[in-house]
């Protein structure tokens, strides 16, 4: 389902350390998260350019500014939730999305089922009505779609062109969680493991 959130996981699958921006991040994030912001799950491939996407420091750099510059404060995340966050701090959004505790209703409706899920909808505002009936059209938009029009089913849930080459990038301080690479995206697409859509 175009909504679900990612399979329970215990850690993140990368590991990067040690660059001087934060920015530098931004690769490994999108592969960590799918090119999908972490709160809604917009996909990159809704909007026209990844530049929509931010880097949020989950912890505020306001309240933790040692943590600007490490990689598991990082979360990839569209400008509407970056903006509704702002400075307020939440739960690891990693952990919580992962948890299995977050599950969207065919109506639109974001459940959830735990305290720090039900803290994270609350401080994202993911409920609120806009959010519901823009998660209402798309859900139709995928029916209809893969009913009627499999070309743009495929061209609305695929992949990004521009899957980031990790093996090629070398983090200054070094990589915490190197076999992750071998599971990134871009080597499961030179395996031929790489589904049509996600
Ligand atoms: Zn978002």
């Not at 061209?155 to 899957?163: A, C, G, M, V, Y």
Request: aromatic share 12%.
């Amino acid at each position: 389902m175009i909504f679900d959130y990612p399979e329970p996981r215990t850690a993140r699958r990368h590991g990067p350390y040690g660059y001087s921006r934060y920015e530098s991040y931004r690769p490994w994030l999108r592969d960590e998260f799918t090119f999908r912001c972490i709160y809604c799950l917009k996909r990159e491939r809704w909007g026209q350019v990844t530049a929509e996407y931010e880097l949020d420091h989950f912890q505020p750099q306001t309240l933790h500014p040692d943590l600007e510059l490490s990689y598991d404060n990082l979360v990839y995340a569209c400008r509407r939730c970056n903006n509704v966050k702002r400075a307020q701090a939440v739960d690891d959004p990693f952990a919580v999305a992962t948890s299995g505790h977050l599950k969207v209703l065919g109506s639109g409706e974001l459940l959830a089922i735990s305290g720090d899920a039900i803290r994270l909808v609350r401080v994202l505002d993911l409920n609120a009505e806009i959010m519901i009936q823009w998660r209402e059209m798309w859900l139709r938009i995928a029916e209809l779609a893969e009913e009627n029009d499999p070309v743009l089913y495929r061209n609305l849930f695929r992949f990004p062109e521009d899957i980031p080459r990790l093996d090629r990038l070398i983090p200054t301080g070094g990589n915490a969680r190197p076999d992750g690479v071998v599971q990134s995206w871009f080597a499961r697409q030179e395996r031929d493991e790489l589904p049509e859509s996600y």
